[in-house]
């Protein structure tokens, strides 16, 4: 069993940027394809940012693309996602998630949240125009 334990979330303004961390426990989180997704008011939990284990490959929503980072140190159990440019329209709900088949994300092409096996409670971010 895993846990997840977003931190880092907070009120900024438009162009001002934040960085996420997810901590995990219970399990080494080596073994484990880890991704940021976030919801918003009223839509659906859509994903953000995905590294596979060895933290050599990762992935990126389109929307977030070339202004998010995503990283990992395994030996701390942590991942990040830097946020940079932030604008109003990233406010949401921020969820650290993580799927047990570290190569699933790999062999599908593709990021779904019905594959991650572990959540975090999430974590406010909010970007005032």
């Known amino acids: 069993q895993v846990q997840l334990v977003e931190s880092g979330g907070g009120l900024v303004q438009a162009g001002g940027s934040l960085r996420l961390s997810c901590v995990a426990s219970?399990?080494?989180?080596?073994?484990?394809?880890v991704a940021w997704f976030r919801q918003a008011p009223g839509a659906e939990r859509e994903f953000v940012a995905g590294?596979?284990?060895?933290?050599?490959?990762?992935y990126y929503a389109d929307s977030v693309k070339g202004r998010f980072t995503i990283s990992r140190d395994n030996a701390k159990n942590t991942v990040n996602l830097q946020m940079n440019s932030l604008k109003p329209e990233d406010t949401a709900v921020y969820y650290c998630?993580?799927?047990?088949?570290?190569?699933?994300?790999?062999?599908?092409?593709?990021?779904?949240?019905?594959?991650?096996?572990?959540w975090g409670k999430g974590t406010l971010v909010t970007v005032s125009s």
């Open positions: 590294i596979m284990w060895s933290g050599g490959s990762t």
């Open positions: 998630a993580a799927d047990a088949n570290p190569l699933r994300p790999l062999l599908r092409g593709y990021w779904s949240r019905d594959d991650m096996d572990y």
């Open positions: 219970g399990h080494p989180f080596s073994g484990y394809a």
